[in-house]
């Protein structure tokens, strides 16, 4: 039987992005994936493919109008003085920030374009900023677009389907995007993340459509699977998604330490692996997933390697 690929996105764009010397959301870790994917032989699994720029009409998918102009308004100063400028305390912009944003939500959509018209069964988008910490008027956590909750809409609103899934395995709560799709029960959400670690929301779901899973600081990968598989999978099954989006953040990591949980590259394996019967089950296969978190170096390459693994299915 022909086996179909595991589209790759990514783009320079997304690594000139800089934040500042120190900043742990920084250019090295687009560079320690690619490394890793070459040492490990995964590279030659994957069709790599180029992103384009979003669209103004792709961004109105998730986010007001007004915020936008301010933005893209914030971010040209920035370029015209060449200068590093704080939109909040953790998210700055220098002059190739809006062209890196423009580049990562292209992805997310083009990578959603890609798996719904046949090219690929499923996509990865190793791209930064990341998105889900971004609401619907707010830049917040090192996130200007939130390229899940965008590529979502673009399945739902561009592409015609009736039902798609969020999934979000980052350690911190994906806020922005409950901020953008609580209510819209076209979308289902499922996620866990560290509890009362930032930005400290997540605790009360928003809305009806969202498994929200807060847990406790050093719980190791068991557990958490354990949690998985009884309160995100019975959901995942009865919603019967057409499609899977995943906002994969590795700093759950046991060795990443902007939190304490203690998964492991078996686990985010084994979640995948997971997520790809879901997906089999009910969509043909239909996974996009996008980079969020993962700031140890090392730890965050080994684990896109594993997810990437189970998702190309080799
Ligand atoms: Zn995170």
Same mark, same amino acid.
């Given at each position: 039987?022909? %086996?179909?690929?595991?589209?790759?996105?990514?783009?320079?764009?997304?690594?000139?992005?800089?934040? =500042?010397?120190?900043?742990? *959301?920084?250019?090295?870790?687009?560079? /320690?994936?690619e490394?890793?994917?070459?040492?490990?032989?995964?590279?030659? /699994?994957?069709?790599?493919?180029? @992103? @384009?720029?979003?669209?103004?009409?792709?961004?109105?998918?998730?986010?007001?109008? =007004?915020? !936008?102009?301010?933005?893209? *308004?914030?971010? &040209?100063?920035?370029?015209?003085t060449?200068?590093?400028?704080?939109?909040?305390?953790?998210?700055?912009?220098?002059?190739?920030?809006?062209?890196?944003?423009?580049? $990562?939500?292209?992805a997310?959509?083009?990578?959603?374009?890609?798996?719904?018209? =046949? %090219?690929?069964?499923?996509?990865?988008?190793?791209?930064?900023? @990341?998105?889900?910490?971004?609401?619907?008027?707010?830049?917040?956590?090192?996130?200007?677009?939130?390229?899940?909750?965008?590529?979502?809409?673009? /399945?739902?609103?561009?592409? #015609?389907?009736?039902?798609? $899934?969020?999934?979000?395995?980052d350690?911190?709560? =994906?806020?922005?995007?409950?901020?953008?799709? /609580?209510?819209?029960?076209?979308?289902?959400?499922?996620?866990?993340? &560290?509890?009362?670690?930032?930005?400290?929301?997540?605790? +009360?779901?928003?809305?009806?459509?969202? +498994?929200?899973?807060?847990?406790?600081?050093?719980?190791? #990968?068991? *557990?958490?699977?354990?949690?998985i598989?009884?309160?995100w999978?019975?959901?995942?099954?009865?919603?019967? @998604?057409?499609?899977?989006?995943?906002?994969?953040?590795?700093?759950?990591?046991?060795?990443?330490?902007?939190? &304490?949980?203690g998964?492991?590259?078996?686990?985010?394996?084994?979640?995948?692996?997971? !997520?790809?019967? +879901?997906?089999?089950?009910?969509c %043909?296969?239909?996974?996009v997933?996008?980079?969020?978190?993962?700031?140890?170096?090392?730890?965050?390459?080994r684990?896109?390697?594993?997810?990437?693994?189970?998702?190309?299915?080799?």
């Amino acid at each position: 039987m022909h %086996k179909m690929t595991t589209a790759y996105f990514t783009h320079p764009d997304c690594r000139a992005h800089d934040m =500042g010397a120190g900043h742990p *959301e920084c250019p090295q870790r687009l560079d /320690a994936i690619e490394d890793r994917l070459l040492v490990s032989g995964l590279d030659i /699994a994957l069709t790599r493919m180029d @992103p @384009p720029l979003a669209k103004h009409s792709d961004l109105m998918l998730a986010h007001s109008e =007004g915020y !936008l102009l301010e933005l893209q *308004e914030f971010m &040209q100063q920035a370029a015209e003085t060449g200068e590093h400028r704080a939109l909040d305390p953790d998210t700055m912009v220098c002059p190739a920030t809006w062209q890196a944003a423009l580049r $990562a939500a292209g992805a997310a959509v083009a990578a959603t374009d890609t798996v719904l018209d =046949g %090219k690929a069964e499923n996509a990865f988008c190793a791209i930064r900023p @990341p998105g889900h910490h971004a609401t619907r008027s707010q830049t917040m956590g090192f996130c200007f677009f939130n390229n899940v909750a965008i590529a979502a809409r673009h /399945a739902l609103d561009v592409r #015609g389907l009736k039902r798609v $899934a969020i999934v979000d395995f980052d350690v911190h709560h =994906g806020n922005g995007t409950e901020d953008i799709i /609580a209510g819209d029960e076209r979308i289902l959400m499922v996620s866990f993340f &560290q509890d009362q670690l930032y930005p400290f929301s997540g605790g +009360v779901p928003l809305g009806t459509n969202m +498994v929200n899973l807060p847990i406790p600081a050093y719980t190791r #990968g068991g *557990e958490i699977r354990e949690l998985i598989e009884a309160n995100w999978m019975p959901r995942l099954d009865e919603f019967a @998604p057409e499609m899977i989006f995943i906002s994969a953040g590795f700093d759950a990591h046991r060795e990443d330490e902007m939190g &304490q949980l203690g998964l492991v590259e078996a686990d985010y394996e084994w979640i995948t692996r997971r !997520l790809v019967d +879901v997906a089999k089950r009910h969509c %043909k296969g239909r996974i996009v997933s996008c980079l969020e978190g993962g700031y140890s170096l090392s730890s965050l390459a080994r684990s896109v390697a594993s997810h990437v693994r189970a998702l190309a299915d080799v």
